[in-house]
């Protein structure tokens, strides 16, 4: 089981960050990644880090104010999402890749467990 945590309302420009903990199975097997879904948007992944933390990979839109990491001693894979945007604005899923590093990494048939969700909303 994964559980997403940590959205809520921020205005912008201003950061958060998001957790995914991971129960039921050790998280530092598999590599983890987040994907968002906007109202009315396809989902879309945006980040993904391997079993050891020392791969981490962005989409084009993450890149520069996303960064992904990792506390296997914790079971945990956070998100810290900095100088937000309205755009930023979405449910944000972690799930769990089907091996420990992040090969087709934006595609959904790469991951076989999902959590539920968190909301970001990026509004003044």
């Known amino acids: 089981q994964l559980q997403a945590s940590g959205g809520g309302l921020v205005q912008p420009g201003g950061s958060l960050r998001l957790s995914c903990a991971a129960s039921g199975f050790t998280a530092d097997d598999y590599g983890i990644g987040w994907f968002r879904q906007a109202p009315g948007k396809a989902r879309e992944g945006v980040s993904c880090?391997?079993?050891?933390?020392?791969?981490?990979y962005y989409s084009d839109s993450a890149k520069g104010r996303f960064t992904i990491s990792r506390d296997n001693a914790k079971n945990t894979v956070y998100l810290r999402i900095s100088s937000l945007k309205p755009e930023d604005t979405a449910v944000y899923y972690c799930?769990?890749?089907?091996?420990?590093?992040?090969?087709?990494?934006?595609?959904?048939?790469?991951?076989?467990?999902w959590g539920q969700g968190t909301l970001v909303t990026v509004s003044s």
């Open positions: 880090i391997s079993r050891s933390g020392v791969s981490t």
């Open positions: 799930a769990r890749h089907l091996y420990p590093t992040c090969g087709s990494r934006w595609y959904f048939a790469g991951y076989n467990y």
